[in-house]
């Protein structure tokens, strides 16, 4: 079964450094996404982008935040001025139509960025 | 507030019992997802939820969405250790015009041989 990846599976980093995290969605899917879960909390949206564009964005995404289609399989996040608060699992998500259309959202297995 | 209040935060049973976690909210929901989410791993879709009232059954676990499609439950009949995992309820307002999938806080069940 298809499935999404993510790399690295972990990511250290100094504050105040920039970060990449990688994902390739399943390859049909047109809709992407990335969430994050700080440890013990809930799994929080980040943002969706359909397009090669943002569709929606939470509070949380702000201008230190940006993500990327750069060629036809991966989809990135970056991080460009890491924080300690920016520790956490970072899940990239992929749906084959609008999450709002009941459609699930496949998940990778995380990176889990810790930011020193 | 959170949009989706799951209960219990935690639960921990003996193999072989039965149980019911709970998702409500105060908004109504064109569909309700539930996924679990084991330690390492990213949310897994167990089921989706359409009609009020609809009950779905995927082996042992049993799922329900409320009438009002306002809340959800699930029921896992006879526990077994391998349905140990954080339970996860998720969805997108109705009155929501995007497509911001949003997860309750989650329930950590913990199923004891």
């Known amino acids: 079964e298809p499935e999404v990846t993510q790399t690295p599976s972990h990511q250290v980093t100094q504050m105040g450094q920039e970060v990449i995290l990688r994902c390739v969605p399943i390859s049909n899917h047109l809709y992407f996404y990335w969430y994050r879960q700080i440890l013990g909390q809930k799994v929080e949206f980040l943002v969706s982008f359909y397009n090669n564009e943002i569709s929606e964005k939470s509070e949380i995404f702000d201008d230190q935040f940006s993500v990327e289609r750069p060629d036809g399989s991966n989809f990135t996040l970056k991080i460009r001025s890491t924080k300690l608060e920016d520790s956490a699992m970072y899940f990239c998500?992929?749906?084959?139509?609008?999450?709002?259309?009941?459609?699930?959202?496949?998940f990778g297995n995380g990176t889990r960025l810790t930011v020193t | 507030t959170q949009l989706l209040e799951q209960s219990p935060q935690f639960l921990s049973i003996q193999e072989g019992e039965n149980l019911t976690v709970y998702c409500n909210s105060s908004?109504?929901?064109?569909?309700l997802q539930w996924y679990r989410q084991e330690p390492g791993e990213g949310p897994v879709l167990l089921v989706t939820?359409?009609?009020?009232?609809e009950v779905k059954k995927l082996k042992r676990l049993t799922f329900q969405f409320g009438d009002a499609r306002k809340d959800s439950s699930l029921h896992i009949t006879a526990a077994q250790t391998g349905d140990t995992g954080l339970y996860l309820c998720a969805g997108v307002p109705s009155s929501d015009a995007g497509n911001m999938l949003t997860f309750g806080g989650g329930t950590r069940l913990m199923v004891k041989p």
């Open positions: 939820v359409v009609t009020g009232g």
């Open positions: 998500a992929s749906s084959g139509v609008l999450a709002a259309n009941n459609s699930p959202l496949h």
């Open positions: 908004s109504v929901f064109s569909s």
